[in-house]
């Protein structure tokens, strides 16, 4: 199983980017794929989940702003973060399987290396 991050960077408030995670090594459009999050001096949170069926699920803290989508065609996910605050800044992890809560097992065999995420002026 892998899992590749990227499109992580430096961005000002407001703005936006949009991650990627590459898999390969499973079937992936018979998972459930999700992002996290660990933010400087905390553990790794949920972001968003999204199922096989494309079904969607975010922390209501980041519903509107984050919008988490697949590719089953090109094995990929992606987290579509718009209105970025200095808050949103920490690496970015995509993992395979549902994982929803925070404080997460950071299994390495579970979750991508990440992408770096800095928002600031």
């Known amino acids: 199983v892998q899992l590749v991050e990227s499109g992580g960077g430096l961005v000002q408030p407001g703005e936006s980017l949009r991650l990627v995670c590459a898999t390969s090594g499973f079937t992936f459009s018979q998972y459930s794929m999700t992002w996290a999050r660990q933010v400087p001096g905390k553990g790794l949170d949920w972001v968003s989940v999204?199922?096989?069926?494309?079904?969607?699920y975010y922390p209501d803290n980041l519903k509107g702003r984050f919008t988490i989508s697949r590719d089953n065609a090109k094995k990929m996910v992606y987290l579509e973060m718009t209105n970025l605050k200095f808050e949103d800044t920490g690496v970015y992890y995509c993992?395979?399987?549902?994982?929803?809560?925070?404080?997460?097992?950071?299994?390495?065999?579970?979750w991508g290396q990440g992408t770096q995420v800095t928002v600031s002026s």
């Open positions: 993992g395979r399987g549902a994982y929803i809560g925070s404080d997460l097992d950071r299994d390495p065999g579970r």
């Open positions: 999204i199922n096989s069926e494309g079904s969607t």
